[in-house]
């Protein structure tokens, strides 16, 4: 973030669905993410030379960091982020993008407050997410975990 009152905009953060009541995004957050997502695209082309489709395919900064990279994917593609509140309890319905072990793993999970009826779009919602990813060059298994709650783990398709 850049220090208050010197004229420059904050830094760009994706929305991993952690935040804490991010509310109604800025006017220019589209705008903005946008821009983000142009530009892992342009370092997709700059970057993946050997690749047959070099934007299907995640580049070495996204295998880094598989949570911001999915998070951004999935905010371009226009799914909504969860929020938390201050016990990490979810207060709005969307994705939530988490480690999930090995390095280049991500966890996908569709998160809600009780009574919004996430559980029963999540199966519906993980798919519009794999669906995004996939197109993207990531693989996106769908699992089942404790209480038969859906969540996919995303990593990157091997070249």
């Not at 760009?12 to 957050?29: K, L």
């Not at 598989?66 to 226009?78: D, K, S, W, Y």
């Not at 990813?133 to 091997?158: I, K, T």
Request: aromatic letters at 6%; one cysteine or more.
């Amino acid at each position: 973030m850049t220090e208050p009152g010197n004229g420059s905009a904050p830094a760009f953060e994706v929305r991993t669905g952690n935040e804490t009541a991010p509310g109604a995004p800025p006017p220019h957050r589209a705008a903005t993410v946008k821009t983000a997502f142009d530009a892992l695209l342009n370092i997709r082309t700059l970057m993946n030379t050997e690749a047959a489709d070099p934007l299907a395919t995640p580049a070495e900064w996204e295998r880094r960091q598989p949570v911001r990279a999915i998070a951004l994917c999935l905010e371009a593609a226009g799914i909504p982020p969860s929020a938390v509140d201050t016990d990490g309890q979810p207060i709005a319905t969307g994705y939530r993008v988490a480690p999930a072990g090995p390095p280049a793993v991500a966890r996908v999970e569709w998160l809600g407050p009780p009574g919004s009826g996430a559980a029963h779009q999540e199966q519906e919602e993980l798919r519009r997410c794999g669906a995004a990813l996939r197109a993207l060059g990531w693989q996106a298994l769908e699992y089942r975990g404790p209480r038969r709650h859906w969540y996919l783990e995303v990593e990157p398709l091997q070249q």
